[in-house]
């Protein structure tokens, strides 16, 4: 089966969306994430979330500059998120 690539834009359910992005690791498929907007100020559930994404290579984009990780205007992840098979809002 070929791989799927997956985008997780990170909003409004910010826990949700990043322990459903290290979920969605386990069937080895692409998921690339994206911070949207706000600054992400994480906790220790975030943290850990986010510290497995690092392990698992999963890239972590943000159109906010406040947030340190890969910057993306806003125009860019629109432009990379059509060539996604997935992508889940949250």
């Known amino acids: 089966m070929a791989k799927k690539r997956i985008a997780v ?3 409004d359910r910010k826990h949700e969306a990043l322990r ?4 969605l690791t386990l069937a080895d498929d ?4 994206f911070i949207m907007d706000d600054k992400l100020v994480p906790d220790d559930d975030m943290s850990l979330n986010l510290e497995t994404l690092q392990d698992l290579d ?21 432009k990379a998120l ?3 098979d ?3 809002a949250y």
Do not use: H
């Open 86 to 88: 997935a992508v889940i």
């Open 30 to 33: 692409e998921v690339n994430v």
């Open 9 to 11: 834009l990170v909003r």
């Open 20 to 23: 459903m992005s290290v979920g």
């Open 58 to 78: 999963v890239p972590v984009f943000t159109n906010n500059p406040e947030n340190n990780y890969k910057q993306m205007s806003t125009e860019e992840i629109a």
């Open 82 to 84: 059509t060539d996604c």
